[in-house]
């Protein structure tokens, strides 16, 4: 599969006079829903001594908050589908418990809209909330915003105020449904009913508040029913949603189907420019990819999945896409955040990372304000001739090949600084060189390694797998940077730049 005809080593060619866009922050966003141990002992847990006086588990939070997410989504995913949220405000022992059709699971709704919007201020991220276009009528979801947002003398800004929060919250980002296109989504329906019943709230939610940040509900980006709600509401949303989870047993498929990513962004993307076009809209809507993950072991409710070294690899491969990307992609949503097919593991005497973590946290701390272009060439691969039929029934190969080391690069708006994102899904260790285009290395470049767990003691939970971190330091020669990427490994490289 391997291909070593061309440049023998790889060289990652960073051009910081050549900008792919202005990197939004809601690229790292994340998603809870209320489902499996998400909500209820992971991010929340009354009566835990982890817990602090709002039920919010802190181990958990501090691990969270090192992600810096931009925004995040709640309450689903597919759980949003039959929620109705004034079940869960007012005092908690009121609030009723009812059945989740979603999950077949029982929610006792203690965790409800000010928790949900309590939790965002705590990590300092924009939330996101998920209308229920299932189960739920517009005028619910009228009232939900006005709840969350209204600073007049209505009934439902008062009951907020009632509730102990005298301030609107100011929500801006709003979906439309979840994958109404499913037959798993209550309330699941045609494209072209969708098209119907979201311009109506679309129509509405903008005559009651003038900031919403509309979401519509998309498929995977290429899908009929993706044509179809694009060209319906392109003039009345934001952002186009997207979702592809991707993920099989064998080592290679696993890691390459991240580049998915790349052909859901290039087929919406796509479809959004046709229309925008033809009916010459001025400001179309960008994407949002708002459920991603590599998922494909548990199938059960509780989506306890765990994670190895070949997921961090595919994850840092999404991450990187969505950056190289970052002109569509405004906002992405790592699905989930705890326990659910999740980087954060909580038992309840301790919270532990999963190796998905690290590429997900580096990227979020090393990321600058715009994407620079950033090609690279050496060593390739191609995918399987015979695609692995897994969960996902994906094919990828004909975007490759692929190069063995897959790269991103990030700079600041001065350039005076710049980071670059490396994953080599490569069996072997690989020398790379990073050469910059129009500036040089000014000093010293940090590295941060992230490779498979080395020694038993790495592990926290004997079930979770572990990772080392290695931080280090070189001294390029101007504008190149010559290092050695270790087999099956995950880097950030950060420096000064002058030009
Ligand atoms: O993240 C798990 C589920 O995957 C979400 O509830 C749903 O939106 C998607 O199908
Ligand atoms: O496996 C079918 C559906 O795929 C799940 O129910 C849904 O959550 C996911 O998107």
Same mark, same amino acid.
């Given at each position: 599969?391997?291909?070593?005809?061309?440049?023998? *080593?790889?060289? &990652?060619?960073?051009?910081?006079?050549?900008?792919?866009?202005?990197?939004?922050?809601? *690229?790292?966003?994340?998603?809870?829903? #209320?489902?499996?141990?998400?909500?209820?002992?992971?991010?929340?847990?009354?009566?835990?001594? +982890?817990?602090?006086?709002?039920?919010?588990?802190?181990?958990?939070?501090?691990?969270?908050?090192? +992600?810096?997410?931009?925004?995040?989504?709640?309450?689903?995913?597919?759980?949003?589908?039959?929620?109705?949220?004034?079940?869960?405000?007012?005092?908690?022992?009121?609030?009723?418990?009812?059945?989740?059709?979603?999950?077949?699971?029982?929610?006792?709704?203690?965790?409800?809209?000010?928790?949900?919007?309590?939790?965002? !201020?705590?990590?300092?991220?924009?939330?996101? *909330?998920?209308?229920?276009?299932?189960?739920?009528?517009? /005028?619910?979801?009228?009232?939900?915003?006005?709840?969350?947002?209204?600073?007049? @003398?209505? !009934?439902?800004?008062?009951?907020?105020?009632?509730?102990?929060?005298? $301030?609107?919250?100011?929500?801006?980002?709003?979906?439309?449904?979840?994958?109404?296109?499913?037959?798993?989504?209550?309330?699941?329906?045609?494209?072209?009913?969708?098209?119907?019943?979201?311009?109506?709230?679309?129509?509405?939610?903008?005559?009651?508040?003038?900031?919403?940040?509309?979401?519509?509900?998309?498929?995977?980006?290429?899908?009929?029913?993706?044509? %179809?709600?694009?060209?319906?509401?392109?003039?009345?949303?934001?952002?186009?949603? &997207?979702?592809?989870? =991707?993920?099989?047993? $064998?080592?290679?498929?696993?890691?390459?189907?991240? #580049?998915?990513?790349?052909?859901?962004?290039? !087929?919406?993307?796509?479809?959004?420019?046709?229309?925008?076009?033809?009916?010459?809209?001025?400001?179309?809507?960008?994407?949002?990819?708002?459920?991603?993950?590599?998922?494909?072991? %548990?199938?059960?409710?509780?989506?306890?999945?765990?994670?190895?070294?070949?997921?961090?690899?595919?994850?840092?491969?999404?991450?990187?896409?969505?950056?190289?990307?970052?002109?569509?992609?405004?906002?992405?949503?790592?699905?989930?955040?705890?326990?659910?097919?999740?980087?954060?593991?909580?038992?309840? @005497?301790?919270?532990?990372?999963?190796?998905?973590?690290?590429?997900? +946290?580096?990227?979020?701390?090393?990321?600058?304000?715009?994407?620079?272009?950033?090609?690279?060439?050496?060593?390739?691969?191609?995918?399987?001739?015979? $695609?692995?039929?897994?969960?996902?029934?994906?094919?990828?190969?004909?975007?490759?090949?692929?190069?063995?080391?897959?790269?991103?690069?990030?700079?600041?708006?001065?350039?005076?600084?710049?980071?670059? %994102?490396?994953?080599?899904?490569?069996? @072997?260790?690989?020398?790379?060189?990073?050469?910059?285009?129009?500036?040089?290395?000014?000093?010293?470049?940090?590295? %941060?390694?992230?490779?498979? /767990?080395?020694?038993?003691?790495?592990?926290?939970?004997?079930?979770?797998?572990?990772?080392?971190?290695?931080?280090?330091?070189?001294?390029?020669?101007?504008?190149?940077?010559?290092? =050695? +990427?270790?087999?099956?490994?995950?880097?950030?490289? /950060?420096?000064?730049?002058?030009?």
């Amino acid at each position: 599969m391997r291909r070593d005809d061309g440049p023998g *080593v790889t060289r &990652v060619a960073i051009d910081l006079a050549r900008p792919l866009g202005d990197l939004d922050r809601n *690229v790292f966003g994340g998603f809870i829903e #209320h489902v499996g141990r998400c909500i209820y002992g992971g991010v929340y847990e009354e009566g835990s001594p +982890l817990s602090d006086t709002s039920g919010f588990r802190t181990d958990v939070l501090s691990l969270l908050r090192e +992600l810096r997410m931009g925004v995040l989504r709640w309450p689903g995913g597919n759980f949003a589908s039959n929620y109705h949220w004034a079940d869960g405000v007012g005092p908690r022992d009121s609030r009723p418990r009812r059945t989740d059709l979603a999950w077949n699971l029982e929610e006792s709704n203690r965790f409800g809209t000010d928790e949900f919007l309590a939790y965002c !201020a705590e990590l300092g991220t924009d939330p996101f *909330v998920c209308l229920n276009m299932g189960t739920g009528s517009l /005028e619910e979801a009228l009232a939900w915003i006005e709840y969350c947002n209204g600073a007049g @003398q209505t !009934a439902w800004a008062q009951q907020r105020r009632d509730n102990g929060h005298a $301030e609107p919250y100011r929500v801006r980002y709003w979906a439309l449904g979840n994958e109404m296109y499913g037959k798993w989504q209550v309330g699941g329906m045609s494209a072209d009913e969708y098209v119907a019943t979201a311009t109506k709230w679309a129509r509405a939610i903008r005559r009651l508040d003038k900031d919403a940040v509309l979401v519509s509900c998309g498929n995977n980006g290429w899908s009929d029913w993706d044509q %179809t709600v694009i060209n319906g509401l392109a003039p009345l949303v934001d952002l186009h949603s &997207v979702h592809i989870y =991707t993920g099989v047993d $064998e080592y290679w498929p696993n890691v390459l189907a991240a #580049h998915m990513a790349e052909r859901a962004i290039q !087929a919406a993307g796509a479809l959004i420019s046709r229309v925008a076009y033809v009916k010459k809209i001025e400001a179309p809507p960008k994407i949002a990819y708002d459920e991603w993950n590599v998922w494909y072991r %548990t199938r059960d409710s509780m989506m306890d999945e765990r994670y190895d070294i070949s997921d961090m690899l595919a994850v840092g491969t999404y991450l990187n896409v969505f950056v190289r990307n970052c002109g569509w992609v405004r906002m992405a949503n790592l699905a989930q955040m705890v326990n659910v097919i999740a980087p954060v593991v909580t038992t309840p @005497q301790v919270a532990v990372t999963q190796p998905i973590y690290y590429p997900v +946290l580096l990227h979020a701390q090393g990321a600058l304000d715009e994407a620079v272009d950033c090609h690279v060439t050496g060593p390739t691969v191609d995918g399987p001739a015979n $695609e692995p039929r897994g969960r996902w029934l994906h094919r990828f190969s004909d975007l490759g090949p692929f190069t063995v080391v897959d790269a991103s690069a990030t700079a600041s708006a001065d350039r005076g600084k710049v980071a670059v %994102t490396l994953v080599n899904r490569s069996e @072997q260790d690989e020398p790379a060189q990073l050469v910059l285009r129009d500036g040089e290395f000014s000093g010293p470049v940090q590295i %941060t390694v992230v490779t498979q /767990e080395s020694g038993p003691q790495a592990r926290t939970l004997p079930d979770v797998a572990a990772v080392t971190v290695t931080e280090g330091s070189e001294k390029p020669g101007g504008p190149v940077l010559a290092l =050695t +990427l270790p087999a099956r490994s995950f880097a950030l490289v /950060e420096g000064a730049v002058s030009r």
